[in-house]
């Protein structure tokens, strides 16, 4: 048991590989990357993606960047891509789009129901028998179709609601009905924020954002606990309206409201730079002036 003057639940959800790395460490991670690399470097028949959701657009578009010549299919078993997300249809099309023209294939509206080995002898490849009856080949197969589970099963059951988010209110403190809700705080993936019901799109600058909010709201709390300020006047923070980026390779594709649809060079270079997006969370979060110093993978 720890003693503690203030909690802030930010453990997430749990996803399974490779929608998001299991490694704890750098080096282990690295070996984890470097056998997924090596896997889609060698499928001499091919790579499929599984799941047209932000994470199967994303790794098909980088694995046919990078290995141009293996041939690269993504697979959504409905009509547009991006479907469970609060998105345009627009959005969507332009992005098919983009994908198209790298010379990604894009197969929607077919369901993947089963994935085996194939029993030829010598052959390492995969057999995928699709809805329709179909089926398709290839040297190997990427699920991109996470299902998350909230981490949340070290709190009390009233704090949680029916998903096992943790009920907050607009200053991210835990609504549960407890004298110590008010130094108790959930941000990110794990709370829910906005209420249910509200379309929004869970991403890691809100997460970031919420986790200002919440330092700065307890550092109000304890000013007044050592009365040096009056009862505190807590930030709070809105509700995010959806929006997305999307890496596609050489380029990128945007939504929120307002710029509308929005996509091209000017967008990679601001959202993602020339590493996905490392070295702006690096600088955003004030590890230092210097660009971080990563060993690429081979």
């Given at each position: 048991?720890?003693?503690?003057?203030?909690?802030?639940?930010?453990?997430?959800?749990r996803?399974?590989?490779?929608?998001?790395?299991?490694?704890?460490?750098?080096?282990?991670?690295?070996?984890?990357?470097?056998?997924?690399?090596?896997?889609?470097?060698?499928?001499?028949?091919?790579?499929?993606?599984?799941?047209?959701?932000?994470?199967?657009?994303?790794?098909?578009?980088?694995?046919?960047?990078?290995?141009p010549?293996?041939?690269?299919?993504?697979?959504?078993?409905?009509?547009?891509?991006?479907?469970?997300?609060?998105?345009?249809?627009?959005?969507?099309?332009?992005?098919?789009?983009?994908?198209?023209?790298?010379?990604?294939?894009?197969?929607?509206?077919?369901?993947?129901?089963?994935?085996?080995?194939?029993?030829?002898?010598?052959?390492?490849?995969?057999?995928?028998?699709?809805?329709?009856?179909?089926?398709?080949?290839?040297?190997?197969?990427?699920?991109?179709?996470?299902?998350?589970?909230a981490?949340?099963?070290?709190?009390?059951?009233?704090?949680?609601?029916?998903?096992?988010?943790?009920?907050?209110?607009?200053?991210?403190?835990?609504?549960?009905?407890?004298?110590?809700?008010?130094?108790?705080?959930?941000?990110?993936?794990?709370?829910?924020?906005?209420?249910?019901?509200?379309?929004?799109?869970?991403?890691?600058?809100?997460?970031?954002?919420?986790?200002?909010?919440?330092?700065?709201n307890?550092?109000?709390h304890?000013?007044?606990?050592?009365?040096?300020?009056?009862?505190?006047?807590?930030?709070?923070?809105?509700?995010?309206?959806?929006?997305?980026?999307?890496?596609?390779?050489?380029?990128?594709?945007?939504?929120?409201?307002?710029?509308?649809?929005?996509?091209?060079?000017?967008?990679r270079?601001?959202?993602?730079?020339?590493?996905?997006?490392?070295?702006?969370?690096?600088?955003?979060?004030?590890?230092?002036?210097?660009?971080?110093?990563?060993?690429?993978?081979?």
């Amino acid at each position: 048991m720890e003693s503690y003057d203030y909690l802030i639940c930010a453990t997430g959800y749990r996803r399974i590989w490779p929608t998001v790395p299991q490694s704890l460490d750098r080096k282990s991670y690295l070996a984890e990357a470097q056998g997924h690399i090596d896997h889609v470097k060698a499928a001499e028949h091919g790579v499929i993606v599984i799941g047209g959701g932000a994470v199967g657009v994303e790794m098909a578009a980088e694995s046919n960047m990078v290995y141009p010549d293996i041939g690269v299919t993504l697979i959504h078993s409905r009509d547009h891509l991006f479907s469970a997300e609060p998105l345009p249809t627009e959005f969507a099309d332009e992005t098919l789009k983009l994908l198209s023209k790298s010379g990604v294939k894009v197969i929607l509206g077919k369901r993947v129901m089963k994935v085996t080995d194939d029993d030829k002898a010598g052959s390492t490849s995969k057999v995928l028998k699709l809805s329709d009856g179909t089926t398709m080949h290839a040297s190997h197969v990427i699920s991109a179709i996470s299902r998350p589970t909230a981490t949340s099963t070290y709190l009390p059951d009233t704090a949680l609601d029916g998903e096992g988010l943790v009920k907050v209110n607009d200053s991210l403190h835990l609504t549960m009905n407890s004298d110590t809700s008010e130094t108790h705080f959930a941000i990110g993936d794990i709370a829910a924020w906005p209420p249910t019901g509200t379309p929004t799109i869970k991403r890691c600058g809100g997460a970031m954002y919420m986790g200002h909010v919440a330092a700065l709201n307890i550092y109000r709390h304890m000013l007044h606990r050592l009365e040096l300020a009056g009862p505190p006047e807590y930030t709070t923070i809105p509700v995010f309206p959806p929006a997305i980026a999307i890496a596609l390779g050489n380029t990128a594709i945007g939504y929120w409201e307002g710029a509308g649809v929005t996509e091209g060079d000017e967008l990679r270079d601001r959202m993602f730079g020339d590493d996905l997006g490392l070295d702006i969370c690096w600088q955003g979060m004030g590890l230092g002036s210097v660009k971080a110093d990563v060993s690429a993978v081979a």
